[in-house]
């Protein structure tokens, strides 16, 4: 069966730093992979994803995502975060054809000035 | 209007009383998802659905069960609640095909006291 670990529970960036998000999947097959965000009260929305093709993809807000499949990763990355990245990040895989998600426990990331 | 709404938003119920969480859609998508949401643990599938006639169990359906009234139309029941069905509610909804992502709705907050 498929599983995401996200091992970083809560990481805490200065405005303006970078941020790296990681994320390890498993899967026996090609993976379909995705990063949700999670604002404060709001539902999920999809950052990027990750089909086939080139490894480094580009999502909304200024992120993106490299895959590897030799270190089964996804890793989420901006240059310069902002106060508004303040939020819950999720990753996920999709099996059966990506007709069926599983996320990863999230990442939690707080902003300070 | 959006896509995908849930309603209620927020409910506060007792111990044994039978519940229903209503979800829409106006994507015309013919999958359609329920999971819920615990701190520490991710999202967790519970029911989904492919088509109208067509439902399948989550990884965590026990104490769940689902309606699909219409192609646009998913309800989760709880027949009779406890407290640790407390949790954030998601729906999403999908097209066909292994190319597209799922989009989510803004969830439902439930407590069960």
């Known amino acids: 069966a498929q599983s995401v670990t996200q091992p970083d529970i809560h990481i805490t960036v200065s405005e303006g730093a970078s941020l790296e998000l990681r994320c390890n999947y498993s899967?026996?097959?090609?993976?379909?992979l995705f990063w949700y965000v999670q604002s404060p009260g709001q539902g999920l929305q999809l950052l990027l994803k990750?089909?086939?093709?080139?490894?480094l993809v580009q999502g909304i807000k200024g992120f993106e995502a490299e895959f590897k499949r030799s270190q089964s990763s996804f890793n989420l990355r901006k240059p310069s975060v902002h106060w508004s990245d303040a939020a819950e990040y999720f990753c996920?895989?999709?099996?059966?054809?990506?007709?069926?998600?599983?996320f990863g426990t999230g990442t939690r990331l707080t902003i300070i000035p | 209007d959006a896509d995908v709404t849930q309603t209620p938003r927020n409910r506060i119920t007792k111990t044994g009383k039978r519940i229903m969480l209503e979800c829409s859609q106006t994507?015309?998508?013919?999958?359609m998802y329920w999971y819920r949401q615990d701190p520490g643990l991710g999202l967790r599938l519970i029911y989904y659905?492919?088509?109208?006639?067509?439902?399948n169990k989550g990884e965590i359906s026990d104490g769940y069960s689902v309606s699909r009234q219409a192609q646009a139309k998913f309800s989760l029941s709880l027949e009779s609640a406890i407290p640790n069905q407390t949790a954030l509610y998601f729906c999403?909804?999908?097209?066909?095909?292994?190319?597209?992502?799922?989009?989510f709705g803004p969830g439902t907050r439930l407590l069960v006291l």
């Open positions: 994507k015309g998508h013919d999958r």
């Open positions: 990750y089909f086939s093709g080139d490894t």
């Open positions: 999403a909804t999908k097209a066909s095909g292994s190319r597209e992502t799922q989009y």
């Open positions: 899967y026996g097959a090609t993976p379909y």
């Open positions: 659905s492919f088509d109208v006639k067509d439902i």
């Open positions: 996920a895989v999709g099996a059966r054809g990506n007709e069926k998600l599983t």
